[in-house]
């Protein structure tokens, strides 16, 4: 995916929706939102903080509302893009530039921003607990060292060993993976340690 440095920029690079972008960013501009590049996509903040993000996709154009959960939402129109993922974004979709309607989205933008204000916002709170998948259990209940090796990980570590298991969906693929991290695990050395500089 390609990134961005300016809005101008990402607008140009979606010729067949650069109409709805254009629109919608004007509708974000004139509120008092200052315009950002996040993630290589426009974003829009109040007071350092993201409230919208803008983007382009095949079949449709969306805004994105950081703080959404706490929006209204009396016309209905805003989606949980990862049900059971997303606490508090939320989506606006757009397939074409009649479905936009300005003083509709002016209404929900200014909401927004007066959430930011209000502060409202979900807090984000790190979980210490690792629910380890029970293949994995019954291999470090069974094999000391093992279990030694994977307490000297710390938590985070502790849970991508986890999760890279838990994740799979077949028993077989379990399995594959549990002996690709057991020498890993042994040796000190991370799931992701090979992507991350130190």
Known sequence: MKRYHTVDEYILGHPRQQAELELLRSIMVDSEMEETVKWGIPGYKVGGKNVIGLAAFKSYVGIWFHQGVFLKDEAGVLHNAQDGKT???????????????????????????????????????????????????????????????????????????????????????????LDKIIPMILDGTGLHDKYKKF
């Open 87 to 177: 606490k508090g974004l939320r989506q606006w979709r757009f397939s074409s530039i009649e479905e936009i309607d300005i003083k509709l989205i002016s209404s929900y933008v200014n909401e927004a921003i007066q959430n930011q204000k209000d502060g409202k916002e979900i807090k984000f709170t790190k979980t210490t607990q690792v629910l380890i998948p029970e293949i994995l259990q019954d291999e470090l209940s069974g094999n000391n060292e093992l279990s030694v090796a994977y307490n000297n990980f710390t938590l985070s570590k502790q849970r991508e060993f986890a999760d890279y298991i838990s994740e799979a969906k077949r028993e077989e693929t379990k399995v594959k993976r």
